[in-house]
């Protein structure tokens, strides 16, 4: 349960390393049939063998989620992730998203990378991700190290704290995501909190060594399950 990822994903998501990916299917479910997408979900996953490192996650969008409200994040090794092989035949993953489809009232996909990730504890299950259009990768993935290796061992000392790209299908043009986690909405109130009156210093020079970023969207996500 230490590999999430939030996509875009984002996640979205679980990924470790850069050489990791993730696709993220977002969907709009009917209120009330929730709880019918995370049982088909489940009856799938449940018995499921993954390759090394990968896995699936299903989780709930909140705040900023717009028309959708849930989300399918696959992640692993680029390359080599998903199901291990032999595992699921092509009939057992075409009956499965026959089943899911009725759920699922409108839908958009996904797809990048995971730069930089620190991994926090099982309690922070809430997962704040913005999309964002950076304007100097190189400059923002230094000033991404700077913040947290300040930050590290005091206010995102519990967190996740990891950022990615988008390749395939950017959401709202967006080309990159970040990611934060916390144990529920006042958390991450109390987050940006203490970041503005605490670390006022650590966080101009931040925004002024990371160039510029242009936010498009910021979502409250939560786990619901995960598979890997």
């Not at 299917?25 to 018995?47: H, L, N, T, W």
């Not at 990768?137 to 990891?162: C, D, M, Q, W």
């Not at 995501?177 to 020079?205: C, F, P, R």
Request: aromatic letters at 12%; proline letters at 2%.
């Amino acid at each position: 349960m230490n590999k999430l990822l939030y996509v875009f994903v984002l996640l979205i998501s679980a990924c470790i390393s850069a050489q990791n990916a993730f696709t993220a299917i977002e969907i709009q479910v009917e209120r009330g049939r929730g709880g019918a997408v995370a049982k088909i979900v489940d009856d799938f996953m449940k018995d499921a063998k993954f390759k090394e490192n990968s896995g699936f996650n299903l989780e709930r969008l909140w705040q900023g989620g717009g028309d959708f409200t849930h989300r399918f994040v696959f992640y692993g090794p680029i390359g080599d992730r998903g199901r291990a092989e032999g595992d699921m035949s092509e009939y057992e993953n075409n009956a499965f998203w026959s089943n899911i489809r009725p759920f699922m009232q409108k839908t958009r996909a996904f797809s990048g990378r995971v730069i930089d990730w620190k991994q926090g504890n099982d309690k922070q299950s809430n997962l704040l991700v913005y999309d964002v259009i950076v304007k100097n990768p190189t400059n923002y993935a230094k000033a991404h190290k700077t913040i947290l290796k300040k930050l590290g061992s005091s206010e995102f000392k519990n967190r996740t704290v990891a950022f990615g790209t988008y390749d395939v299908g950017r959401p709202r043009g967006a080309t990159h995501w970040v990611l934060l986690s916390g144990e529920g909405t006042d958390d991450l109130i109390m987050m940006h909190k203490n970041l503005q009156e605490k670390y006022a210093k650590e966080m101009t020079e931040y925004f002024t060594n990371r160039g510029e970023v242009i936010d498009l969207r910021d979502v409250r996500i939560e786990r619901i399950s995960q598979y890997n």
